[in-house]
């Protein structure tokens, strides 16, 4: 089995900052794309950012410039550095990966626990 562990939310001012993390462990034989969603009250989950297991990255157009994904394999982790935070950022963030628990076969979606971020003066 494998579990994602999130860090990092809570309450920032407008234009402030914030670092989620997410961390997983378990059996894993390889992590493909990871990615960050959130979820505001009263809307869709959407999705935020990706990241391949090469390094491309993909931003929805509402935090492009703004927020920026990276990974580290080696800790089995995602970040996601959100800069100039507004009130409409405001939401529950969940991190999301793609994993191969074994060689030659398709990989499974697993889910953080979500981390609610809020952006208020």
């Known amino acids: 089995q494998v579990q994602l562990v999130e860090s990092g939310g809570g309450l920032v001012q407008p234009g402030g900052s914030l670092r989620l993390s997410c961390a997983a462990s378990?059996?894993?034989?390889?992590?493909?794309?990871m990615g960050w969603y959130r979820q505001a009250p009263g809307k869709q989950r959407e999705l935020v950012a990706t990241?391949?297991?090469?390094?491309?990255?993909t931003y929805a157009d509402s935090v492009k410039g703004r927020f920026t994904i990276s990974r580290d394999d080696a800790k089995s982790t995602v970040y996601l550095r959100m800069d100039s935070l507004k009130p409409e950022d405001t939401a529950v963030y969940y991190c999301?990966?793609?994993?191969?628990?074994?060689?030659?076969?398709?990989?499974?979606?697993?889910w953080g626990q979500g981390s609610q971020v809020t952006v208020s003066s």
């Open positions: 378990g059996i894993i034989f390889s992590i493909n794309a």
């Open positions: 999301s990966f793609a994993v191969q628990t074994r060689a030659r076969t398709w990989p499974t979606d697993y």
């Open positions: 990241i391949t297991s090469g390094g491309i990255t």
